[in-house]
């Protein structure tokens, strides 16, 4: 794909004009389907941001021009059947939307439809819409399995699904089971470097996850979630992370459950940020208030439920907070792409992940091999890192801000599991560990003070390293019950204070060269 000029991204007019890779993916989806049964199921893959709305609208337009049957258009939100329908009609598709509400006496006057997958359901199986008469189905977001209940009424259609990442929302029901063929559009690397979409700068700040748990559906339960995420300690390194990485800019904070939802706004408000919650209990009215609101204050942040993951298009948001942790590929795409739309001024926006997102699934956009996936995706479920394994490769990162407190150290940082294998090997016992880490975390104390009062000040600043090691401590002897690492945690600090209390002269003057000043 050659680099698109300036010139092309402010000429094109939805439903009128087409970049070229979108006319190239139009093509083989038609090639595909002059070339295949009239019961084919293609799946088209292209990135969130990428138009593939845009893509389809056209098709249907194609479509009806040059045959004599009739189109359906499926989604699975009724935002994004109405967008859906907004989309045909710029381009030319006079189309009705069958809802709950929708009165199907004039249905032989159309010839395309666009419908909500549950609503198209109970039609279909009480008999209310005539389907006999159409060729073409386009399922958006075609991951979800809710679509795959309908494909019995249409056994002699073409059926196109599309989607951005082609793995179903569910391990026992494979895309591949349900689809003959992919076509990869263009990849994220591709739309950056000719600039459909904006980069992502990503931050990943480590958090335990062992204590989540998962739910039938695959993905952690919004209990578990709620129990980890409204913790003061989680809401305080969230809040951190905000003002070290995204302070100023417009965001949004993806989050599992509504109660975390509501503990993210007040932790926020509280701060004096500008701050919205949004969550699938609004009214229209309300949601529509709030939206605007966040459109038009440039530092606004908004919280939410994964109500904006989809159907929800805001090119000025400059950063996007993961509050929260997934197993799912496609979610942790859909809520990264919420910022990756592009304007004049904006080439890169930020993600900040609280949920090791980044560590499982690597960085959005990474180069993944989409056909394999599609064809194998148990191979690439079972790929993937479980929360204790993702866990054992962490290493704990000073904030800027405290880092800065220990400035004089041109190291920090202590491994605990190399320094327990060490000892083990060397017959020693593994108590040796915490306090070869007690030592080291006395040095850096004293290495950056004046007296024993400084040092002793900088030793209540790392309680996050300090619970970081035990947690791993424990983790090495297998011995982590709630009682015995709060305990530990507790003598930790006691005997870092007491070596800081006894060793402060002896170690002041080894780094130095000469006695601290009375």
């Known amino acids: 794909m050659s680099v698109v000029s300036q010139i092309e991204l402010e000429e094109r007019k939805a439903g009128k004009d087409l970049y070229s890779y979108q006319k190239g993916a ?3 989806i038609f ?4 070339e295949s049964p009239t019961d084919y199921h293609l799946l088209y893959q292209l990135p969130t941001g990428g138009g593939k709305t845009v893509i389809f609208s056209e098709i249907v337009r194609q479509y009806l021009k040059h045959h004599k049957k009739k189109v359906l258009v499926m989604t699975h939100r009724i935002e994004l059947c109405k967008q859906t ?13 069958v809802d709950s509400k929708a009165d199907l006496s004039d249905q032989g006057d159309y010839s395309c439809f666009v419908a909500m997958v549950e609503t198209l359901n109970n039609r279909l199986n009480d008999d209310k819409l005539d389907i006999s008469d159409i060729g073409l189905v386009i399922i958006d977001e075609a991951h979800y399995n809710s679509f795959t209940k309908l494909f019995k009424f249409f056994s002699q259609s073409f059926i196109l699904g599309v989607t951005a990442t082609p793995l179903s929302s569910s391990i026992e029901l494979p895309m591949t089971d349900n689809y003959d063929e992919l076509i990869v559009g ?34 952690y339960t919004v209990k578990s979630s709620e129990d980890l995420y409204t913790d003061d300690n989680m809401l305080t390194k969230l809040l951190r992370a905000y003002e070290e990485r995204s302070k100023g800019k417009k965001t949004l904070i993806f989050n599992n459950g509504i109660n975390t939802s509501l503990h993210v706004y007040d932790t926020f408000r509280r701060a004096g940020y500008p701050i919205a919650h949004l969550d699938n209990t609004h009214s229209k009215k309300e949601r529509a208030y709030i939206l605007k609101w966040f459109k038009e204050t440039p530092d606004a942040i ?18 996007i907070i993961l509050n929260r942790a997934t197993k799912s590929l496609t979610l942790y795409y859909q809520m990264i792409g919420r910022g990756s ?40 479920l079972d790929a993937l890192l479980s929360d204790e394994e993702l866990e054992s490769n962490f290493r704990y990162e000073m904030p800027d801000e405290l880092r800065e407190e220990f400035a004089k150290s041109e190291e920090v ?106």
């Open 413 to 518: 940082y202590f491994d605990v599991q190399k320094t327990y294998v060490e000892s083990i090997r060397a017959g020693e016992s593994s108590k040796v560990v915490l306090e070869r880490s007690i030592a080291q975390h006395g040095y850096i104390c004293i290495e950056n003070s004046e007296d024993v009062y400084d040092a002793l000040a900088l030793a209540k600043m790392l309680g996050d390293d300090i619970d970081f090691r035990i947690g791993r401590y424990t983790k090495c002897i297998s011995k982590s019950t709630f009682n015995f690492v709060e305990w530990l945690k507790g003598e930790y600090r006691k005997k870092l204070n007491s070596y800081l209390r006894t060793n402060f002269d002896e170690v002041f003057e080894s780094i130095h060269g000469y006695p601290p000043e009375d």
């Open 31 to 34: 090639k595909s389907f002059e």
């Open 26 to 28: 139009i093509d083989k």
């Open 302 to 319: 908004l919280t939410s439920v994964s109500i904006l993951t989809t159907g929800f298009d805001e090119p000025t948001v400059e950063s």
């Open 341 to 380: 739309r592009v304007l004049e001024n904006k080439k890169t926006f930020q993600v900040i992940d609280l949920g090791n997102n980044f560590h499982r699934f690597g960085p959005w956009g990474d180069n993944l091999d989409w056909q394999r996936i599609f064809r194998s995706p148990n191979y690439y």
């Open 85 to 97: 329908s907004n989309m045909l009609t710029e381009f030319g598709v006079i189309n009705k939307v």
């Open 186 to 219: 263009e990849s994220i690397e591709s739309l950056i470097e000719n600039g459909f979409l904006s980069r992502a700068e990503m931050f990943s700040y480590n958090v335990g996850l062992t204590s989540l748990v998962v739910g039938a559906n695959g993905d």
